[in-house]
């Protein structure tokens, strides 16, 4: 640790089945540069800018980058004012192969027979000639 340009060095504990050694990542608050990248990428403390921050009795929030203080969502007052949800309505045009009678015929137009009794009218689960 050096308190004079705020950069230290964390260890993170070791493991009792780890077979490789523990990292050891360096931390500068000045620069708010941290070795393990979770900073860079996140721009918010990583668990080692944290135990730092604990360490020295520093506010870790001091830390927290400034995009997610910017963002402000206004609040719902009302009920009335929720979105209502339920299924999402289609979008798709609708075209002859949504056609239910479609269903009941083959690409070449022909009626689809019972798979059992060869006779229009139902499915060979519920054909009635099936034992």
């Known amino acids: 640790m050096s308190r004079n340009d705020d950069s230290f ?3 993170e504990k070791p493991q009792p ?3 490789f050694d523990p990292t050891s990542y360096r931390v500068n608050l000045q620069n708010r540069y941290y070795d393990c990248g979770k900073f860079q990428a996140l ?5 080692h800018v944290i ?4 360490t020295a009795m520093i506010d870790f929030k001091n830390y927290i980058d400034l995009v ?3 963002m402000e969502f206004p609040p719902i007052d009302s009920e009335t004012e929720w979105e209502k949800t339920g299924c999402p ?3 798709r045009i609708q075209n002859v192969m949504d056609d239910m009678h479609h269903r009941e015929r083959k690409p070449n137009g022909q009626p ?8 229009l009218g139902h499915r ?8």
């Open 124 to 131: 060979m689960p519920k054909c009635p000639s099936r034992k």
């Open 112 to 119: 689809k027979l019972c798979g059992n009794c060869k006779l």
């Open 17 to 19: 089945i780890q077979v």
């Open 89 to 91: 309505k289609s979008t």
């Open 51 to 54: 135990v730092v921050c604990s």
């Open 68 to 70: 997610y203080y910017e």
């Open 9 to 11: 060095r964390v260890s």
């Open 43 to 47: 721009k918010t403390p990583c668990e």
